[in-house]
């Protein structure tokens, strides 16, 4: 008889790749990084997003770019803006709206907005509805 304690079910030597994989999926289909520069690429089917939508991708962009190449991850408006995939007013004020929804997070000491890792499977979940 075996006194296996059933939460050892819980226990993951890898718990990050999880995420990673869930990212992965979540990304795929719109974006894909750059190997050298580490600049995006959107492919067609992120066009067809609202901007929210849009505006949350991009951030889960980020955060592969940061997991995979050790970059800071997030990004200012700026940086966004820069992107030129939707209107410099629908950034900040859909910035604005995520942040105070806390669906999305600012990191104080350098501006960038970033998609939380919990968010993760909703944010796919939302784009697949």
């Known amino acids: ?3 296996e304690d059933p939460l050892r079910a819980l226990v993951s030597s890898d718990a990050a790749a999880t995420n990673r994989k869930q990212l992965a999926e979540l ?3 719109y ?3 750059d ?3 580490k600049e995006f690429s959107f492919l067609p089917p992120f066009t067809a997003l609202n901007n929210r939508s849009k505006i949350e991708l991009v951030l889960a962009v980020a955060k592969a770019r940061h997991l995979l190449f050790d970059v800071e991850d997030g990004l200012t408006p700026n940086d966004i803006i820069a992107l030129s995939v939707m209107p410099e007013g629908s950034v900040k004020s859909g910035l604005r709206n995520l942040l105070s929804e806390h669906k999305i997070k600012k990191d104080k000491g350098t501006g960038h907005y970033y ?3 919990y968010r993760i499977a909703e944010i796919k979940t939302n784009l697949q509805e």
């Open 1 to 3: 008889m075996t006194n």
């Open 27 to 29: 990304v795929a289909p």
């Open 31 to 33: 974006a894909v990084i």
């Open 35 to 37: 190997d050298k520069s």
């Open 115 to 117: 998609i939380p890792s």
